[in-house]
Nanobody, 124 residues
Framework: VQLQASGGGLVQAGDSLTLSCVYS????????LGWFRQAPGTERQFVAR????????SYEDSVKGRFTISRDNDKNTVYLQMKSLKPDDTAVYYC??????????????????WGQGTLVTVSS
């Protein structure tokens, strides 16, 4: 499995940005997907996750109502739509995938595969 993330960039506070992550390899529809982020000097943290059928979603508290995760099983792609961006959202964003069931999908250790990361910088 390979994941290729894209869509990062430099934006101003209040702007919107959508990240994409293309999945290749084992059946996309059998993978649960997540987005994590890592700011300088911090650990990689959970942002959002989506279930295999695209029905179940969950978010880290600070992004609820601003970020939306979605997936397109025809395009083998997972998205993270980000609105009302804040300087605290500045980080490298990573997409992740797992074939495992009954795991804590908010735990980065539950994911088998990772994208290379895409940098999002939000200026004030």
């Amino acid at each position: 499995v390979q994941l290729q993330a894209s869509g990062g960039g430099l934006v101003q506070a209040g702007d919107s940005l959508t990240l994409s992550c293309v999945y290749s390899g084992r059946a996309f529809s059998s993978a649960a997907l997540g987005w994590f982020r890592q700011a300088p000097g911090t650990e990689r943290q959970f942002v959002a996750r989506i279930g295999r059928r695209g029905v179940t979603e969950s978010y880290e508290d600070s992004v609820k109502g601003r970020f939306t995760i979605s997936r397109d099983n025809d395009k083998n792609t997972v998205y993270l739509q980000m609105k009302s961006l804040k300087p605290d959202d500045t980080a490298v964003y990573y997409c992740a995938a797992t074939q495992e069931y009954y795991v804590d999908y908010k735990d980065k250790g539950s994911y088998n595969y990772w994208g290379q990361g895409t940098l999002v910088t939000v200026s004030s």
